[in-house]
């Protein structure tokens, strides 16, 4: 396996590692600190939480990490159109443009699934979205790096932060129903909002600091095509810019709160932080250790992530997992039965992902 090869595969390690929390991980901890009275699954359930407003814990990180992952494949891809004509440059508009469409789609359709269904009165649908978000993240960050220069890529990631945090400050205050966000989504999301919420966590204004996200992820992706094989430089760099980051956004926090529902500049600066270590670790692990049992775990869920993300709203897994374990379930107490339904519904997912895997099958927008 080549360097380049093996450095994507540790990508999907982490894609997978990210979407594992999605499948069923996050419900693994509440059962077995139950059987063992072990106070690090109490914390791990505690962290399996999103941040009721200010704060941060892991369940945090999910989304955005998907989001920055999805910039270091863009990173190492390196393709610009800077000097192409407009006829080379079409069909990789077709493409960038196509794929956002499909985001949104997919986006609504998940957000109606659970049995709900999309409603009848187009007032009612909610168009805003987790794949809607990355979509827009991921459009906008590729036209910046293929159109601009490596110095312009990063003043215009440093002028959406203060540009953010200046709009956010200057105009409402960051409550829920106070901010600017809030006043924009009531005024220009078409449909209605998550919760019937006076702003939508997945709204308008807030999908611009996004693009930050996607664009530190093409930096690091940058970093990691560049210093190819370069092991050593590699780790330094990733873990260097992460802690940076992680520091950066910690310090932010005392005037400008970490905020997931907002996605203030300090959230996406601790969250690019928090990403950087966690793809420095993929990459010691995969590339240099070569732990290729754990790399091949995480990569079946990752190499088909938007396949598994719509799963989740689409099938009642659980439903299968009673009707395969039920009987083993019933026969154990109620919290050694929560576990055997919970690992019953990763395992089926994740098989179903395999067969795909060893067929080479993957789909992606």
Not at 15 to 30: C, H, K, P, Q, T
Not at 81 to 99: C, D, F, I, W
Not at 115 to 134: F, H, T
Request: charged share 10%.
């Amino acid at each position: 396996m080549s360097n380049e090869k093996q450095r994507l595969a540790s990508l999907d390690a982490l894609r997978g590692f990210d979407m594992f929390w999605i499948i069923g991980g996050e419900a693994l901890f509440l059962p077995l600190f139950t059987l063992t009275g072990w106070s690090i699954f109490a914390l791990g359930h505690e962290q399996m939480q999103h941040s009721a407003w200010h704060g941060f814990s892991f369940y945090d990180l999910i989304f955005p990490l998907f989001i920055f992952l999805s910039g270091v494949a863009l990173g190492i891809a390196n393709k610009s159109v800077r000097g192409l004509s407009m006829k080379e440059r079409k069909p990789v508009y077709h493409k960038a443009v196509k794929r956002l469409l499909i985001l949104i789609g997919l986006g609504v359709l998940y957000n109606h699934g659970w049995g709900s269904g999309m409603p009848a009165d187009p007032s009612e649908i909610r168009y805003a979205s987790v794949l809607a978000r990355i979509g827009f993240a991921w459009f906008f960050a590729a036209m910046i790096v293929w159109h601009c220069s490596v110095r312009t890529q990063y003043l215009i990631a440093a002028a959406i932060l203060l540009g953010y945090w200046l709009l956010q400050v200057g105009f409402g205050s960051l409550t829920p129903s106070g901010s600017v966000n809030a006043w924009i989504d009531q005024c220009c999301l078409p449909g209605t909002t998550y919760q019937n919420r006076a702003y939508d966590p997945e709204g308008l204004l807030s999908t611009v600091p996004s693009i930050v996200n996607a664009l530190l992820g093409i930096f690091a992706g940058r970093w990691l095509r560049d210093h190819q094989g370069q092991h050593r430089i590699v780790l330094q760099g990733l873990t260097a810019a992460g802690l940076v980051s992680l520091l950066g956004g910690s310090i932010w926090h005392w005037v400008y709160p970490i905020n997931k529902e907002l996605w203030t500049g300090s959230f996406v600066l601790v969250t690019c932080g928090c990403s950087l270590l966690l793809l420095a670790l993929f990459y010691l692990l995969v590339d240099v250790w070569q732990w290729r049992r754990f790399n091949g775990f995480f990569a079946v869920i990752g190499c088909n992530a938007i396949l598994v993300y719509l799963g989740t709203s689409l099938l009642n897994w659980v439903y299968t997992s009673k009707n395969l374990f039920g009987g083993i379930a019933a026969a154990l107490p109620e919290a050694g039965a929560t576990l055997v339904i919970v690992c019953g519904v990763i395992l089926l997912q994740w098989l179903v992902l395999k067969w795909l895997y060893s067929r080479g099958i993957f789909i992606s927008p």
